[in-house]
């Protein structure tokens, strides 16, 4: 791809994800404007009395570009955040788009309404994240936590409800949340571990009703 296509391409992609937090979004088009307004009137001025007119106004466009391109991404985020929120799977779509040595595994365990739990090996060891039903997925969490403890040992074995609810990590804060968990297993660990893990039979879960959730896999159940 030429750099003149890659450009066009990622102005579309701009566009597209500009055209959708608008919709969700009244205050993006008012901060986008008025944000990087207010600091090139505010560095401008601040440098014209201190008698450098040209030097404020070189300084002022890359910080109001800089705001503007800030506040963007962070309404964007918000706004997929909000999008997702209370479907099934959502979870899931955002630990997998995590950065680093993380390997998650999404449905091990799920039930008919569709309260489903996802698995996560990484630095702080195994940490399985559910979402649905609070009551449900509490007791779900707790059955797999069980499961998954007598598989990996010594090995730190988190649970997190992701929700709006009390005791509950909502979806913009998820991955921030597992990032901070204290450090249980080395880098060169986290594939033994998850080895480990696959091993496990899923051939006893529920099948729930109706399709699952895009983007969300069935483990493959292990030949007896």
């Known amino acids: 791809m030429s750099m ?5 391409t990622r102005l579309q992609q701009v566009r597209a994800v500009f055209s959708a937090t608008r919709q969700v979004d009244p205050k993006l088009v008012p901060l ?34 800089l705001s503007a ?15 997702m929120r209370g479907n099934a799977g ?30 996560v090996v990484g630095r702080p060891g195994v940490v399985l994240v559910g979402e649905g039903g609070k009551a449900r997925t509490t007791q779900l969490l707790k059955q797999e936590q069980r499961k998954v403890s007598r598989a990996v040992g010594d090995t730190p074995v988190h649970i997190v409800l992701a929700g709006d609810g009390e005791g509950q990590i909502s979806l913009d804060k998820l991955r921030s949340h ?15 571990v998850n080895k480990r893990l696959s091993a496990l039979g899923r051939g006893d879960l529920p099948m729930p009703k109706g399709p699952l959730p895009q983007g969300v896999k069935v483990p493959r159940q292990r030949s007896r």
Not at 69 to 83: E, L, N
Not at 91 to 118: C, N, Y
């Open 69 to 83: 391109a800030v506040i963007f991404g962070r309404r964007a985020s918000k706004a997929q955040f909000t999008a």
């Open 4 to 8: 003149r296509e890659n450009i066009s």
């Open 178 to 192: 597992l990032m901070k968990l204290p450090r249980g297993l080395k880098k060169r660990e986290i594939p033994r």
């Open 32 to 65: 986008l404007v008025g944000v990087p307004v207010a600091v090139l009137v505010v560095v401008i001025g601040l440098m014209w009395v201190l008698g450098l007119p040209w030097a404020g106004l070189a300084l002022a466009v890359p910080l109001a570009i």
């Open 90 to 119: 959502a979870a899931a779509a955002v630990l997998e788009s995590m950065k680093g040595r993380w390997i998650v595994t999404p449905a091990i365990a799920f039930t008919r309404k569709q309260d489903l739990v996802h698995m």
